[in-house]
């Protein structure tokens, strides 16, 4: 079975420093992989997804991530980090060709300090 | 804004009561989902319909019932409840199921007193 580790539980940054959330997944064959924020008391947003080809791909808000198939990883970085990025975010894998079923990391709080 | 409709937006209600949560979404998805998700956690599967249908019940009691009209909604039925039944219910929808990203709704926030 597929699952997601997320070894960061809380990153504190320094607005307008450069942001790494780590993500690493174990699963056999080619994920889906999809970065999710959640601000306090809101529901998930999508930021970016990998399904196949180009391995850094682009999100919304300047963010971008890098598959690295060798590493079973998948992190999320930011050049430029804004106070407004402060919240929760989630790493999740789905299963290429299976179900419907979207496994999640447990999280990294991301603080923003001004 | 988000395209998935969740209401109402907060919930009290006590373990003898019943009540529903409702979803919504105009986008076409053909999959939708309810999610539980409890404070500081990721959040946990409960169902999944895809084209109307039940296709995936993660095992959750019966005092949770969950209901799909039609494509476009997605109800939860709840009846004595438990306290630690109390979090943040996210509804989510897809285009067509694995692999199409899930839109999420921002939640029903449960009291269960």
């Known amino acids: 079975a597929q699952s997601v580790t997320q070894p960061d539980i809380h990153i504190t940054v320094s607005e307008g420093a450069s942001l790494e959330l780590r993500c690493n997944y174990s699963y056999g064959a080619t994920p889906y992989l999809f970065w999710y924020v959640q601000s306090p008391g809101q529901g998930l947003q999508l930021l970016l997804k990998?399904?196949?080809?180009?391995?850094l791909v682009q999100g919304i808000k300047g963010f971008e991530a890098e598959f690295k198939r060798s590493q079973s990883s998948f992190n999320l970085r930011k050049p430029s980090v804004h106070w407004s990025d402060a919240a929760e975010y989630f790493c999740a894998v789905g299963r290429a060709g299976g179900s419907e079923k979207l496994v999640f990391g447990k999280g990294t709080k991301l603080t923003v300090n001004p | 804004d988000t395209e998935v409709t969740q209401t109402p937006k907060h919930l009290v209600m006590g373990m003898t009561n019943k009540k529903s949560l409702k979803c919504e979404q105009h986008m076409g998805h053909r999959a939708m989902y309810w999610y539980k998700q409890k404070a500081k956690k990721p959040p946990e599967l409960m169902f999944v319909?895809?084209?109307?249908?039940?296709?995936i019940n993660e095992s959750v009691p019966s005092r949770f019932s969950p209901e799909c009209p039609n494509s476009s909604l997605l109800n939860l039925h709840l009846h004595a409840l438990q306290p630690e039944d109390s979090a943040l219910y996210l509804c989510?929808?897809?285009?067509?199921?694995?692999?199409?990203?899930?839109?999420f709704g921002n939640g029903t926030r449960l009291t269960v007193t």
């Open positions: 319909y895809s084209y109307e249908k039940l296709s």
């Open positions: 989510a929808s897809s285009l067509k199921g694995y692999g199409s990203p899930l839109h």
């Open positions: 990998y399904f196949s080809g180009d391995t």
